[in-house]
Structures are given as structure tokens and as C-alpha cells.
């Protein structure tokens, strides 16, 4: 009784879990393939970026696609890799991260190929396999939530560094103009100083002047 209940725990569990892929078709290599799919409620970067992350922790470096006239630019092929919660055998994944659409900028869609001997494999896979595929794009979710804490740390070091240095130019020119202030107080308190010359000047030139007149009258 109780292996029946676990039994049907864990095909319930794997239904829950294996519903969140489904199978599909993308265009690759000229062809429309056989693929998973897989959608995400975080942007298509986080996603790309925990898929990289994971690879590189098994060892492999993919290979993007690129090239303006490349129909299949931004796919990135894993050649001969092993991933042992898939399969023990090497197989080609082949991965693509889309934006879901023009307003789901948070929201992404990983599609997902595997081939076998140069073939595609995905329709070829048994129950097993199909499952632990699935499996796998399911449990990349803490990876990508990882990876997306990540882009919004690195975007806040962005702000946070932005707002510094705008801090930092107000604080400059505060200091700028401070300086400009004593600048223009101590032309101020000289001019003042000229001022009281100049009045002196001015009297004595106007005693001058006035004993000019007074000889002229004389």
C-alpha cells in the first residue's frame, strides 16, 4: 500500500514537474525540428546566463551562433557533452533563450535540441530520457533565479555607481562655486577698498578743479 502511495506521489510530482516543458518544433539548420520547450517568468539573460553557468561547471564551452545573414544566430550548440542527468552517452545540445514576446520582457522561452550521431534525437528518446530532460530545464529554475539576483545586483551596482558620481560632480561643483563665491566676495570687499581710494581721488581732483575756477575768476 504504501509503494502504491509513493508511486502515485511520484508520478504526480512528475506530472507537476514534467508539465512545466512540453515538446515543440524550432527552425535549425534549415530544418523544423523536433525540440523542448520551456518557458521562464525571468528575462531571457538570466536564463541564457544559468544555462552557460551551468555548462561551464560540466566542462563545456559552447558555441554561439553569429553572423548577420545566420538564420540560426544566438543559438549555442554543446558538441559531444555529457550531461549525466540526461544521459550517460555524449550527445549535441543545441539551446535557444527568446524574449517571450515584445511585452514580456521579463518572461522567456528556452528551446531546447538534442542530437544524437548527427541526428536529431529528441523523438527518439524513451520515456526516461524525455523525463530527465525535462527534468533538467525544470530544475534549472534556482540556477536562473540565481543568475537573474545576479543582473539585478550588477544593475544596482550601475545605479548605485551613477548615483555617486553624480553625487560626487554636485559635490565638485558646490566646491566650485564656494570658490567662485569667496572669489567674487573678496573682489567685492577690493572693490570697496577702491572705492574709498577712488572717492579721495575724486575730492581731490574736484579741490583741484575748484581752485582752477577761482583763478579764472580772479
Same mark, same amino acid.
Given at each position: 500500500?504504501?509503494?502504491? +502511495?509513493?508511486?502515485? /506521489?511520484?508520478? &504526480?510530482?512528475?506530472?507537476?514537474?514534467?508539465?512545466?516543458? #512540453?515538446?515543440? #518544433?524550432?527552425?535549425?539548420?534549415?530544418?523544423?525540428?523536433?525540440?523542448?520547450?520551456?518557458?521562464?517568468? &525571468?528575462?531571457? @539573460?538570466?536564463?541564457?546566463?544559468?544555462? +552557460?553557468?551551468?555548462?561551464? !561547471?560540466?566542462?563545456?564551452?559552447?558555441?554561439?551562433?553569429?553572423?548577420? &545573414?545566420?538564420?540560426? !544566430?544566438? &543559438? #549555442?550548440?554543446?558538441?559531444?557533452? #555529457?550531461?549525466? @542527468?540526461?544521459?550517460?552517452?555524449?550527445?549535441?545540445? +543545441?539551446?535557444?533563450?527568446?524574449?517571450?514576446?515584445?511585452?514580456?520582457?521579463? %518572461?522567456? /522561452?528556452?528551446?531546447?535540441?538534442?542530437?544524437?550521431?548527427?541526428?536529431?534525437?529528441?523523438?527518439?528518446?524513451?520515456? @526516461?530520457?524525455?523525463?530527465?530532460?525535462?527534468?533538467?530545464?525544470?530544475?534549472?529554475?534556482? %540556477?536562473?533565479?540565481?543568475?537573474?539576483?545576479?543582473?539585478?545586483?550588477? %544593475?544596482? *551596482?550601475?545605479?548605485?555607481?551613477?548615483?555617486? $558620481?553624480?553625487?560626487?560632480?554636485?559635490? *565638485?561643483?558646490?566646491?566650485?562655486?564656494? $570658490?567662485? +563665491?569667496? $572669489?567674487?566676495?573678496?573682489?567685492?570687499?577690493?572693490?570697496?577698498? *577702491?572705492?574709498?581710494?577712488?572717492? %579721495?581721488?575724486?575730492?581731490?581732483?574736484?579741490?583741484?578743479?575748484?581752485?582752477? !575756477?577761482?583763478?579764472?575768476?580772479?
Amino acid at each position: 500500500m504504501k509503494k502504491l +502511495i509513493f508511486t502515485a /506521489v511520484f508520478v &504526480f510530482t512528475c506530472s507537476l514537474l514534467f508539465g512545466q516543458a #512540453r515538446e515543440g #518544433r524550432i527552425e535549425y539548420n534549415k530544418e523544423n525540428q523536433p525540440c523542448l520547450v520551456m518557458e521562464y517568468n &525571468f528575462p531571457p @539573460e538570466a536564463v541564457e546566463n544559468a544555462v +552557460i553557468n551551468k555548462m561551464d !561547471r560540466l566542462g563545456y564551452k559552447g558555441k554561439e551562433e553569429k553572423g548577420m &545573414f545566420n538564420k540560426d !544566430r544566438g &543559438f #549555442r550548440v554543446y558538441k559531444d557533452a #555529457r550531461i549525466s @542527468e540526461i544521459s550517460s552517452t555524449k550527445m549535441d545540445y +543545441i539551446i535557444n533563450v527568446e524574449q517571450k514576446s515584445k511585452k514580456d520582457e521579463d %518572461e522567456a /522561452v528556452l528551446y531546447f535540441l538534442i542530437n544524437r550521431s548527427g541526428d536529431n534525437a529528441i523523438s527518439k528518446l524513451n520515456t @526516461e530520457e524525455l523525463g530527465k530532460a525535462k527534468s533538467f530545464l525544470y530544475n534549472l529554475l534556482p %540556477e536562473i533565479e540565481a543568475a537573474n539576483l545576479e543582473l539585478k545586483i550588477n %544593475e544596482q *551596482e550601475e545605479t548605485l555607481s551613477k548615483a555617486e $558620481k553624480k553625487m560626487k560632480s554636485l559635490q *565638485e561643483d558646490k566646491e566650485d562655486m564656494e $570658490k567662485k +563665491i569667496q $572669489k567674487l566676495q573678496d573682489d567685492l570687499k577690493e572693490n570697496e577698498k *577702491e572705492q574709498e581710494k577712488q572717492k %579721495e581721488e575724486v575730492e581731490n581732483q574736484k579741490k583741484i578743479l575748484e581752485n582752477l !575756477r577761482d583763478k579764472r575768476k580772479n
